[in-house]
């Protein structure tokens, strides 16, 4: 399993009252594959993906991601882990506003071990035309392909999407989506999705049902074109 989680629990305290928000997630996904995390607002996808991501620790459990147990490393270790192996995608782009896209991309190639070729990874989100532009000369559909490159440029093994065609409309969610599907196929990128969407859950191989810090169910899609 490239990503196995085992009995993963965390709860936050405020004030005095502590709310467990995952409460023995269990999940494997295997290299190469695309998972979809699918569940209301609030049932602890963010947390979920925040912990896998290196980005929050879980209280419990086994995190292990391309057999790195990301429980047992130190904090020096995690980053090294989030800005080597992990791209992250979010709703709202998340971009430097006063850089231009080329910029955008490079702040992240340049902190990378093995940064892809930028004119690779323009042509990839389909953006060379727009490389000199500013985010706010874009459209929202074209900032999250920045936001893509971004994220791909140091070539990540893991790539994790929280709610990526969230603020999009149908069309643009959809060229977006297969933007994610075609670097899932040329790069072998593996890919974990949050989503509240259930048709996006079609396009993956597996898809976890969340409840309220829990997996209440795990579709496996055995002959989707992304396996292998
Ligand atoms: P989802 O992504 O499914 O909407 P989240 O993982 O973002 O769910 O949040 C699950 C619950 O955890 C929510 O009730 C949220 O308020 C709570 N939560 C998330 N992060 C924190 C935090 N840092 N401190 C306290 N509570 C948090
Ligand atoms: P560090 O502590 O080394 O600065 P960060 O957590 O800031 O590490 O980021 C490490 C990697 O995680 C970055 O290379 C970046 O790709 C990714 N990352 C973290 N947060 C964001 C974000 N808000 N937007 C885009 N990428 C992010």
Excluded: W
């Amino acid at each position: 399993m490239f990503i196995a989680v085992k009995n993963l629990k965390k709860s936050y305290t405020t004030g005095k009252s502590k709310t467990e928000i995952l409460k023995g997630v269990s999940l494997g996904l295997e290299k190469g594959q695309t998972g979809v995390i699918l569940g209301p607002s609030g049932s602890g996808k963010s947390t979920l993906m925040n912990i896998i991501g290196g980005v929050d620790l879980a209280d419990s459990g086994s995190i292990r991601v391309d057999g790195l147990e990301l429980a047992a490393l130190n904090d020096d270790q995690l980053t090294d882990y989030r800005r080597d192996s992990v791209g992250f995608i979010f709703q709202f782009y998340n971009l430097v506003p006063n850089l231009t896209v080329m910029e955008n991309i490079e702040v992240v190639a340049n902190i990378s071990k093995a940064p892809l070729d930028m004119d690779t990874v323009l042509k990839a989100v389909g953006l060379e035309t727009k490389k000199r532009n500013f985010p706010r000369e874009l459209s929202g559909g074209e900032q999250q392909r920045v936001a893509i490159a971004r994220a791909i440029v140091k070539n990540p093994k893991l790539l994790l999407c929280d709610e990526p065609t969230g603020a999009l409309d149908y069309e643009t969610s959809r060229s977006v989506l297969s933007l994610l599907q075609r670097i899932n196929r040329d790069l072998g990128t593996t890919i974990l999705m949050i989503t509240h969407n259930t048709a996006i859950g079609d396009m993956a191989n597996v898809v976890y049902k969340v409840r309220s810090g829990e997996i209440v169910e795990t579709i496996r899609h055995e002959e989707t074109t992304a396996a292998e």
